[in-house]
Structures are given as C-alpha cells and as structure tokens.
C-alpha cells in the first residue's frame, strides 16, 4: 500500500471569525485538497469549543464533501463513539459510505476529554465500556437483519438499521489508541490504529506500535496491520519560514492543550495512569526547540520528506494526519500555501 497523505481538519474558527466564514475558509482548503491530489480529508469532533472551531457534527460535514468531491477519501478522526446512539451513528456513517461511493473512513475513539461527557450527561468513567459496547452494536447493525443486543448500556431486539454501508462488511475501521493497552486490543479486532504525539514525543511511539504489530500476528490476520500518524505538519519554500511562521500558533496551541489537560485531571472518571495534571503542566513549558525536535513537522519541501521518511522506516508508518493550523492562528493563505507544497511537491516522493 502506498503511503497516505491526509489533512485533519478542526474548521478553524479563529478570533474575530463568525461561523459561516469559518465553513467557507475551510471549504476553500478541502476543494484544494482535493483539485491538488490529497489522499484524505480528516474531520474532527470537537464540542464547546467556540474559540477553537465550528466541527461538532462531523458526518454531516462529511456528507457535505462527500456532495462536492469526488476522488478524495472523507475520515472522521474520530468519531466519539460513548457520546453516540449506536443504531443512528450505523444509520448515518453508511449513509455517508452511500453518498460517497465507498469513500468513508471511519475513525473511532473516546476523547480524553472528560467536560464534553459532562456535558453531554455520559459519564466519562463509563467511557471505555461504551466504546466497546457501540462498535460491537454498529458491525452487528451494518451486517445483519434483524439483529438483537443485549448488553450493559444498551438492549435491541429484532431491529432493522438501513441503509448497509456501500463496501462490505463495513467502511474500513480505524480507532484512535493512547493508553498502551488500547494497542494490542485493537490488533486483536482487526483495526487499523491512529496515533498522536500530542502528549508524548515521537520516539515514545515506538513500544506501542511494536505491541500492536505483535498482537496482530498472534491473532492471525495477514499482513502487519495498519498505523497513521497524526501530527501537526507545516511546509514553506525555506526550512527559516517553516519555522518562524507556525511558531505562534503552535505555541499557543500547546499551552491551551495544557491548560485543558491539567484541569481534566481532577474530573470523574479520569484514571490515575494517566498523570494528567503533571503532564498538563509540562505542555505549557514545553519550549519551541522541544516541540521542532519530539512533537510536530516543520521545513522546507526537502526537510518533510525526509523527516517522514525516517518516521516512516522507524516507527512502520502507513500514512500521515496532517495538522496544517495546528493552534487555528496561521492565515489562510499560509495553510493552503503549506497544504499545496505538501501535495505537489512532498506526496509524489512517496509514490
């Protein structure tokens, strides 16, 4: 398989910026993403976050460029299964297969963030059930009729969910892994799996992949499975601009991710493994110079390739999740810019 270039998307809605003029920025830089040749165009979920971005509804915005493409492959990254009725999301996300002819990918997770459970009245500590709980419910409902549940959370009996998916058995699945344990379970599935660099460092990936790579062969499955990166990723025509033109806005991005990280910490159903409040804490001290070397990919058209190269041979890597605003604070002008160089000028070495 060819290595997967991808762009994930929050619909940046940045300071000053109404709603609408979020969506028409963004559907700028999808329509490009798509004249330009970008394997997949990756959606978010993020919930009461005005200041960050306008993308709650992510299979609706997912059928919308389902409606105005027609090559690229549309992702969710991710789909936060807890907060989800099962039997509408399996109804939904084969609506949008439908619509795009088999171009969904459905990426799947939890989110590590406990206020949007709150807010939603699901408990965050229940999390990781439900998560289990609605993707055994969404196969079941894409591959038979009728199908009966019966489970901790939910009960079905006899139920129809119609449309099925357009490719069969289902959309390709892949889930968001964090916690170590996430790795090899999701092998065992089957999975494809996403990793981020968020709170870690690159290198740190290393065990975690390796685990994944060893659960599935013991389960059987052919091949090595599947793990993509995402990363926040910014190109310019000299390695001096890459650096200096994100640097604000990743900065930026890195304190409040912090900020929101520590006051996680204390918030019901937060495990203690997870130590967020220390490492809350050491992302808003991170400096420039630690996210350039553990965290993010920045340089001249020359430099990314040959920074995802050795990403790619070290860590076993199928493709990448590019964060092109990571912080919302880059112009417009300066994403597409970064977006094309990575289209034209850094995917075709990867052919």
Not at 70 to 87: D, E, S, W, Y
Not at 222 to 236: K, M, N, T
Not at 311 to 331: A, H, V
Request: overall charge neutral.
């Amino acid at each position: 398989m060819a290595f997967e270039f991808g762009m994930f998307h929050e619909f940046q809605r940045t300071a000053g910026m109404s709603d609408e003029e979020a969506f028409r920025v963004s559907f700028e830089q999808i329509d490009a993403a798509e004249r330009w040749g970008l394997d997949a165009m990756w959606l978010a979920e993020i919930h009461g976050a005005p200041e960050r971005s306008v993308l709650s509804a992510p299979l609706a915005l997912a059928s919308a460029i389902a409606a105005r493409t027609k090559r690229m492959k549309i992702g969710t990254a991710v789909q936060v299964l807890p907060l989800c009725h099962p039997l509408r999301l399996a109804e939904e996300a084969a609506t949008v297969d439908q619509i795009s002819h088999g171009r969904l990918i459905f990426g799947v997770g939890r989110s590590g963030f406990p206020r949007t459970y709150e807010a939603y009245g699901v408990p965050y500590g229940e999390s990781r059930e439900r998560f289990a709980e609605t993707l055994e419910i969404l196969k079941k409902a894409w591959t038979e009729s009728p199908f009966s549940y019966n489970g901790q959370y939910y009960h079905f009996d006899n139920v129809r969910v119609t449309p099925k998916p357009f490719q069969q058995p289902w959309p390709e699945i892949r889930v968001a892994a964090n916690s170590a344990d996430t790795f090899p379970t999701m092998a065992k599935l089957g999975h494809g799996v996403f990793v981020a660099v968020r709170l870690g460092t690159l290198e740190e990936l290393e065990p975690n992949i390796a685990s994944y790579r060893r659960a599935w062969k013991e389960a059987g499955h052919a091949g090595e499975g599947q793990v993509f990166l995402r990363a926040p990723v910014y190109i310019a025509e000299t390695d001096k601009a890459a650096r200096e033109e994100p640097e604000e806005s990743i900065m930026y991005f890195y304190r409040y991710l912090g900020e929101r990280l520590e006051d996680s910490a204390s918030r019901a159903g937060v495990r203690a493994v997870e130590d967020r409040a220390a490492r809350g804490r050491r992302l808003q001290t991170i400096t420039y110079e630690e996210a350039l070397r553990d965290k993010i990919i920045v340089g001249s058209p020359e430099r990314v390739t040959d920074r995802l190269t050795d990403l790619r041979e070290k860590l076993g890597l199928d493709g990448i999740l590019c964060e092109m605003n990571c912080g919302t604070k880059i112009p417009h002008p300066k994403v597409m810019k970064s977006l094309q160089l990575l289209c034209e000028k850094v995917s075709p070495r990867f052919n």
